[in-house]
């Protein structure tokens, strides 16, 4: 899904910049031809001076097209506004156009001057700035919406930390009202639900022989992966989250990876909470409220060992 959804921005980018440098190359070419018409009547060195002045200039500019186009097919963030790009680009260039024929015909009004004769070259020169001004003013208002849009992922992803981070508190005033090791493992798995949409979770202890799923939510798999898994975690500090890209084999058709989160050891035994989870990604604000749920639940196992609990 990710790679399909990669090779069509890559083919949406190449539309659009190819379309636009395409634009440009043959802005240079009718350039080019035109100012080769212009130099009828011109011979050596003037004629030289001539296109230098009068066409080379705006091949430069028609060129800049070109580049531009070119420089967008490797431009993923202006991905979303590529069609207002061209559409500035192609607004101007009529713009100026426009502005063109107003040229001409308020000239014509000069009987010495063939100004129809020159509206073809007038029309061609306006036409190639206006492209170029247009599609770089649209580039100017497609970086500043793509700040905007910045500001306004990173104000969301600001937001939606605090809410979760609020509801990690709630989660941990009801795991300190928790009464038994089965009341501490139904909140976790919750919890890991809620906040992070972990469907297959499981609440295992481990220790030497003895080794158990308190609660689980993953079905179609052996209590044995999922002991096998918990007990890896064995080695994590207590209040730390572990990234597994390795699971047991036993696992392996259910998903691609898994993380472990030891929560304390009590009494030679390790409470461990697990979860499948495909292709999830997790930044460092997942992780960060993963370990606060974490302190929260080894403070209620702790109480809950003190009450003779854990061992039942």
Not at 175 to 191: E, N
Not at 256 to 267: E, F, K, M, P, S
Request: aromatic share 6%.
């Amino acid at each position: 899904m990710r790679w399909g959804q990669m090779l069509r921005a890559m083919q949406r980018r190449e539309l659009f910049g190819g379309a636009i440098a395409f634009a440009g190359a043959i802005l240079v070419l009718v350039q080019f031809v035109q100012g080769i018409q212009q130099l009828d009547g011109f011979e050596g060195q003037t004629g030289a001076v001539v296109f230098a002045v009068e066409t080379v200039p705006f091949l430069f500019v028609a060129g800049a097209l070109v580049y531009i186009g070119y420089w967008l097919t490797d431009q993923s963030e202006y991905e979303q506004e590529l069609p207002r790009i061209a559409g500035w680009g192609v607004a101007s260039a009529v713009l100026f156009a426009s502005v063109s024929a107003l040229v001409v015909f308020s000239q014509q009004a000069r009987p010495t001057v063939d100004v129809l004769g020159l509206a073809p070259a007038i029309a061609i020169n306006h036409v190639t700035v206006g492209a170029v001004v247009g599609v770089l003013v649209g580039l100017y208002d497609a970086r500043g919406l793509a700040h905007q849009r910045a500001l306004e992922t990173e104000r969301d992803r600001i937001e939606q930390f605090a809410n979760k981070a609020m509801d990690v508190n709630t989660y941990g005033r009801e795991l300190t009202r928790s009464d038994s090791i089965d009341a501490v493992s139904a909140l976790c798995i919750q919890a890991l639900q809620g906040l992070l949409g972990l469907t297959e979770a499981a609440f295992v202890v481990v220790g030497g022989e003895d080794s158990r799923i308190v609660d689980s939510t993953v079905v179609g798999v052996s209590d044995e992966g999922l002991v096998e898994l918990a007990s890896r975690s064995r080695e994590q500090e207590p209040t730390t989250v572990v990234i597994h890209e390795s699971i047991p084999d036993s696992l392996e058709e259910r998903a691609d990876g898994a993380i472990t989160l030891r929560i304390t050891d009590l009494d030679g035994a390790s409470a461990v909470l697990l979860a499948l989870t495909d292709d999830l990604e997790f930044n460092d604000e997942d992780v960060q409220l993963l370990e606060l749920l974490l302190a929260h639940a080894a403070t209620a196992l702790d109480a809950v060992s003190e009450d003779g609990e854990f061992d039942r």
